[in-house]
């Protein structure tokens, strides 16, 4: 059974840093993608960024393109999420999610069928 176990969130000031990270067990997953999704209060669950685990391809939303960087750990099964340069519309539940797409990288919510429990990101201005 895959499992997905997110750490690192917390508070942090505008400007500072976080990296997150999403320790994945059940599988093998050196066919899948592993993603980052956030939802901020009262809005939808949206894409932040993910990796495809072989090829190490990389995909961002817009908002966080040169701010944010995904990457992974083979031998700890480790996904991190490097945040810098944060800002209060960073703030957000960060949830880890895995899909097994062979041929592209996912973007959407429901194409994802694994997902981690969230941890909590809070940026003060």
């Known amino acids: 059974q895959v499992q997905l176990v997110e750490s690192g969130g917390g508070l942090v000031q505008a400007g500072g840093s976080l990296r997150l990270s999403c320790a994945a067990s059940?599988?093998?997953?050196?066919?899948?993608?592993m993603g980052w999704f956030r939802q901020a209060p009262g809005k939808e669950r949206e894409f932040v960024a993910a990796?495809?685990?072989?090829?190490?391809?990389?995909r961002y939303t817009d908002r966080v393109k040169g701010r944010f960087t995904i990457s992974r750990e083979n031998a700890k099964n480790t996904v991190y999420l490097q945040m810098n340069s944060l800002v209060s519309e960073d703030t957000a539940v960060y949830y880890c999610?895995?899909?097994?797409?062979?041929?592209?990288?996912?973007?959407?919510?429901?194409?994802?069928?694994?997902w981690g429990q969230g941890t909590q990101v809070t940026v003060s201005s």
């Open positions: 059940g599988r093998t997953f050196s066919d899948y993608v």
């Open positions: 999610a895995a899909d097994r797409s062979p041929y592209r990288i996912p973007t959407t919510v429901t194409e994802y069928d694994y």
């Open positions: 990796v495809r685990w072989s090829s190490y391809v990389t």
